[in-house]
């Protein structure tokens, strides 16, 4: 079933005040993906400090399937599980870089959050964060967390990764978690999305040589239509039921479209949120943001439906 949302709130009619500063910040301070790769880095990062993490979000680093996670709580004894993958094109981003979405996404859904520190390009291509998802996400499993209590969440890049560990966890014979929602996913590393050029004028956040250079770097000689790293190129039958949202001034506006016809093609159910004026992973901006304040609130809900057994 591929169900497309149209968004009814007066939020979803008409752009905030607050946009037109939250896209200013980001045309003067986001780095593109083809700068050296320390500098990135570095000011990658320090976007990511701008954002805050709640007051009462407790917070603990573990290991856990030989990957460092941050694990966050706003809550003692919660029974419900958000598995998730923070973006940075496969190339910069951290765990500690997003807890403020991440948190964030837990207080909407009433999970504690499970944040993954995996490998990232160049120095460990694809399938190296694949398999660190894989390996957390197993070993969750084998140390007693139901499957149908897990929900994946990814931003950007771990969108595409969430994507990338149902299908790696397919492969292996686990269980599938209860549901997958993901923000702004980058999914075809091919590049072959009409928004990527249709839309170059108006996305202040990402451009295709910085895609380019990062698709580069990740697949190091794989080829892009490889269905672990393109799930556009593999068979979506079997995924759990998926939310995905996209804001309409991405380049990577397509790749969200795109996922959601195929996954639906394979009757998967799919619902597909598309935010009007909305930027790139405009989630990450709910403090300051209505609309990403009332996106979280949606993809809390819909995580809250598919966990009430």
Not at 98 to 127: I, K, M, N, T
Not at 223 to 229: I, L
Not at 245 to 250: A, L, M, T
Not at 281 to 306: D, M, N, W, Y
Request: glycine share 8%.
């Amino acid at each position: 079933m591929f169900e497309k949302i149209a968004l009814e709130s007066e939020v979803a009619e008409m752009p905030s005040a607050e946009l037109n500063s939250v896209v200013e910040m980001l045309a003067q301070s986001v780095p593109d993906f083809s700068d050296d790769i320390h500098e990135l880095r570095s000011r990658f990062a320090d976007l990511a400090a701008r954002n805050k993490i709640d007051a009462g979000i407790t917070l603990s680093r573990r290991t856990v399937g030989g990957v460092e996670v941050i694990e966050t709580s706003h809550a003692p004894d919660l029974p419900t599980t958000v598995l998730f993958f923070h973006g940075g094109a496969y190339v910069a981003g951290s765990a500690t870089e997003s807890l403020s979405l991440s948190s964030q996404v837990g207080v909407a859904a009433g999970a504690r959050v499970v944040s993954v520190d995996y490998r990232l390009a160049p120095e460990h291509p694809f399938p190296a964060g694949v398999q660190d998802a894989l390996n957390v996400y197993a070993e969750l499993i084998e140390d007693g967390t139901k499957p149908e209590s897990i929900v994946f969440t990814g931003a950007s890049a771990g969108g595409g990764l969430a994507i990338s560990l149902l299908l790696a966890a397919k492969a292996q014979g686990l269980p599938m978690p209860a549901a997958c929602v993901v923000f702004s996913p980058w999914i075809d590393l091919e590049l072959t999305g009409e928004s990527l050029r249709t839309r170059a004028d108006v996305d202040p956040s990402l451009t295709l040589n910085g895609l380019r250079r990062a698709a580069v770097d990740y697949l190091r000689g794989r080829s892009p239509r490889h269905s672990g790293a393109n799930a556009l190129h593999a068979s979506l039958a079997g995924l759990p039921p998926l939310l995905i949202q996209v804001g309409s001034r991405e380049i990577l506006f397509d790749d969200s479209i795109r996922l959601a016809a195929h996954a639906g093609a394979a009757d998967v159910s799919v619902e597909l949120q598309c935010w009007p004026e909305m930027v790139h992973v405009f989630q990450a901006f709910a403090a300051r943001l209505p609309e990403g304040q009332a996106a979280l609130q949606a993809a809390g809900s819909f995580i809250r439906t598919k966990l009430t057994p």
